[in-house]
């Protein structure tokens, strides 16, 4: 989550917000992404508008959240409480991807956009990990809009606080207040499963990307370990010269360039 651009360059009206946001779905679509979570960006547009900008006429990547009130009602086909990501080639592990927005990020968002309400997280959890366990999902994750270095009153960091009350999930992608996101994961362990949870932060404007490598064990209690790697975006990555024209991400941002010229988004 956290996708739209909310404040423009050089305090100019932030009339490419959403457009941007459009280009950046339909980018990560083309990247095989199945689900992403929603925060405070997203509902600084308004969530409304944001969700209509993609969401309305595009499953790929769905927007999940588990703890929106009344999605059917406000954002009907928009969002999901969690989505199902198939095996890749070559895999049989069944992912199931759910978003959960924490207090302080709904503080936030309940100032940028009144219309968003939300129901409590304890249920709404148990309802998702109870439709989970009825799909088969093999490997549950979490897309959790809170602090993984941050907590509420002096107690531990909401991401942590999360995994401790929530060990059915032994991956976590939380938020990071730092500049830069940790190379090496967190780990949280509940204090009545003693069940370990990897938390991950990834930062900002797509210069990480965290690999996560599952490993089944044969042991019923601990199917899965975990490893993980966090990769900077390097030049390594870039694209071949003269092979630009092969590149679909290069494409799109040929099509938002000529969207910009065209509705003359430069002059507003």
């Known amino acids: 989550g956290n996708v739209p651009q909310i404040i423009a360059p050089a305090g100019l009206p932030n009339i490419q917000g959403l457009i941007k946001y459009r280009y950046a779905m339909k980018a990560m679509e083309k990247m095989d992404y199945t ?10 547009m308004p969530l409304t508008k944001t969700l209509d900008e993609y969401a309305l006429n595009n499953e790929k990547p769905r927007v999940v959240c588990a703890n929106l009130k009344d999605p059917e009602v406000q954002h009907p086909l928009e969002t999901k409480t969690w989505q199902r990501a198939d095996p890749i080639k070559g895999s049989a592990v069944t992912l199931g991807v759910t978003g959960l927005v924490g207090l302080s990020v709904r503080e936030r968002i309940e100032k940028k956009d009144k219309t968003v309400d939300w129901i409590d997280s304890t249920p709404a959890l148990n309802v998702v990990l109870k439709e989970m366990d009825a799909a088969k999902v093999d490997l549950r994750v979490l897309l959790y809009m809170g602090s993984i270095s941050q907590g509420q009153a002096g107690g531990p960091a909401e991401a942590v606080a999360c995994a401790e009350a929530f060990p059915q999930f032994p ?5 990071d207040d730092t500049d830069e996101p940790r190379s090496d994961p967190l780990y949280a362990t509940s204090p009545k499963t003693g069940d370990k949870t990897m938390l991950v932060s990834l930062g900002h404007k797509g210069k990480y990307v965290g690999v996560v490598g599952v490993f089944r064990t044969g042991k019923a209690a601990r199917p899965f370990e975990l490893k993980y790697q966090l990769v900077e975006m390097g030049e390594e990555f870039m694209t071949p010269k003269g092979k630009e024209a092969d590149q ?8 938002y360039t ?4 065209k509705d003359n988004y430069l002059g507003q």
Do not use: F, N, R
């Open 35 to 44: 689900a992403i979570g929603l925060g405070e960006y997203e509902a600084s």
């Open 171 to 175: 991956l976590i992608v939380a938020l």
């Open 248 to 255: 679909p991400i290069v494409k799109l941002m040929e099509e």
């Open 258 to 261: 000529a969207e910009l010229k």
